[in-house]
């Protein structure tokens, strides 16, 4: 049986604009959250809320991150530098007794992130992984050596892998817990940290005591709620999942990632590519059997940098069976915010680049809700009479408009009812974003499409959940917002590609969220 990091065994876009990010609309709706009072016990927690005042300081958790394929895995931590050694080191073996030194390197953290102490990342990057062997390992920090737990990697034949949304730690931030508004205060005073982190880590748990045999985790970006400001109890509470000691996890730049650099002090991501960058970071890809993962920073809204990007991955795995890319703006989503804005302007740019070079599926963040697309793919025009355009000040876009290339001016993206032209106008942008095909198919399993399937995440910590857009939208098959954490899981064997969608109830009860879809590829 395929096993992946077993817990029992584990101790002994549009012109030359670049964004930097992507914030939430003003007309975001946060009334919906997760209370971590009412989804645990109280024993759990009260405990959990004592162990917060240990989490939010310890800024030297371990994130670990997929390599460039099966065989390779990257260790990131932070560590004091009064007492780092020169050489971060991992120790890694077939068996405990026997276990040999892989070092990586050192960079330093600016300490504005730290609170004024001077941390160092540490990066190692383990290869010559087999699949199908177990490996034992353990972290030196500081010339301590962690607990020694067990990696098993599995067959590249039959691949699963968890996909999230959006934890945003630190998001339900106004949100009331315990009879007390969530602050969103520095340390352990982040009570809203305090608040997602425990919501994240019971998802993980659940979702991975359903999926024991889970070989990594893929987040459709947001991991933490930071918008350039110094949170780093945000990393450390999303850091402490449990799980994530045990599984890698491949993150994607979300909008609240992507204005600080910070983001890159904590994540190690293969194959760099230097393309459709913002300070946490750019594109990336791996592969990993015979899926080609391909991750885009969509903050960055150059999609001539993306399509070198999607070009680069694609020529380092040529024969690969699937390609699966990951963004975290939902092109095509259906949630109230940002679905038909900075989603749709994305659409138009984006599209004949997966259309291109054949991707099958686009797993998305973004919008706080769950939808499933139907088959898509581009209709062969052109559509680009649209951009987003900067604000005054020139240090973010302008959200409350588009701008109409042909006619020189702005088009309101949230018109009064009474105003004939400029829902007129609003109209029109509609209409020439809708640059999709729908492909004809029916029932819930597609024989060799022509065309792109799009899954977008609801939250996984529940940390804030958006309404869904007023009308569902024409290309949507499927979508839900029931205001419950939620995950999907993809499993792939041979030229099957089936991915499943869950939600967890208050009390803990893991339902199904949508039918089973399955893609073929013979």
């Known amino acids: ?33 997760a209370d971590s009072k009412k989804i645990a016990g109280d024993a759990a927690w009260s405990e959990w809320k004592k162990d917060w005042e240990t989490v939010a300081t310890d800024y030297t958790k371990v994130a670990i991150n997929p390599g460039a394929d099966a065989t390779k895995l990257n260790f990131t931590w932070q560590t004091k530098a009064d007492n780092a050694t020169p050489t971060p080191v991992v120790k890694i073996g077939l068996s405990k007794k026997n276990l040999r030194a892989v070092r ?43 607990e020694v737990r067990s990696y098993t990697l599995s067959s590249t034949d039959d691949v699963k892998f968890l996909v999230v949304g959006d934890p945003q730690i630190g998001a339900s931030k106004g ?25 994240w880590d019971r998802t993980l748990d659940i979702a991975y005591g359903q999926n024991p045999d889970t070989d990594f985790i893929v987040s459709c970006g947001d991991q933490v709620n930071k918008t350039g400001k110094v949170k780093e109890e945000e990393f450390a509470g999303y850091l402490n999942a449990s799980a994530l000691a045990y599984l890698p996890v491949a993150t994607t730049i979300g909008n609240h990632d992507s204005l600080t650099e910070d983001y890159s002090n904590h994540f190690t991501t293969p194959n760099e590519t230097g393309l459709g960058e913002t300070k946490a970071g750019g594109d990336y890809y791996y592969s990993y059997g015979d899926i080609l993962f391909i991750f885009l ?38 949630g109230l915010d940002h679905s038909d804005t900075d989603g749709m302007i994305l659409r138009t740019q984006l599209t004949p680049i997966f259309d291109q070079y054949d ?16 088959m898509l793919y581009g209709d062969g025009q052109q ?98 917002q029931n205001w419950l954490p939620s995950y999907s899981v993809v499993d792939v064997k041979g030229d099957r590609l089936t991915i499943s969608t869950y939600q967890i109830t208050d009390d803990g009860q893991v339902q199904p969220l949508d039918d089973a879809f399955t893609i073929v590829k013979n």
């Open 383 to 480: 559509h680009d009479n649209y951009e987003f355009q900067l604000n005054e000040t020139g240090d973010d876009y302008d959200w409350e408009h588009a701008f109409d290339k042909t006619a020189s001016k702005k088009i309101a993206l949230y018109p009064e009812d009474s105003d004939a032209q400029a829902q007129a106008d609003l109209e029109a942008f509609h209409k020439d974003n809708a640059c999709y095909t729908i492909e004809d198919t029916e029932g819930n399993q597609v024989v060799n499409p022509k065309g792109t399937l799009y899954i977008t995440t609801n939250s996984a910590s529940g940390s804030k959940y958006y309404e869904l857009a007023k009308t569902q939208q024409d290309y949507i098959e499927k979508r839900s």
């Open 1 to 33: 049986m395929k096993t992946g990091m077993k817990r029992g065994l584990m101790t002994a876009v549009c012109t030359g604009l670049v964004a930097a990010a992507i914030p939430m609309s003003a007309f975001a709706s946060t009334a919906h959250y």
């Open 359 to 374: 991707v099958d599926v686009v797993l998305q963040g973004h919008d706080h809700t769950y939808s499933r697309s139907k």
């Open 175 to 199: 949100q009331t817990v315990d009879g007390a508004v969530n602050a969103e205060d520095g340390g352990a005073a982040n009570t809203a940290a305090r608040n997602d982190a425990f919501s």
């Open 297 to 334: 920073n969509t903050n960055n809204y150059n999609a001539a940098e993306h399509k070198k990007a999607v070009e680069e991955a694609v020529a380092s795995n040529p024969k690969a069976k699937w390609r699966i890319v990951t963004i975290h703006q939902d092109i095509y989503g259906s």
């Open 104 to 146: 990586g390197t050192i960079t330093k953290v600016d300490t504005k992130y730290t609170n004024g102490v001077q941390y160092v990342t540490n990066r190692v990057t383990v290869t010559g992984l087999v699949p199908g062997n177990t490996y034992y390992y353990c972290v030196v920090k500081n010339g301590v050596d962690s």
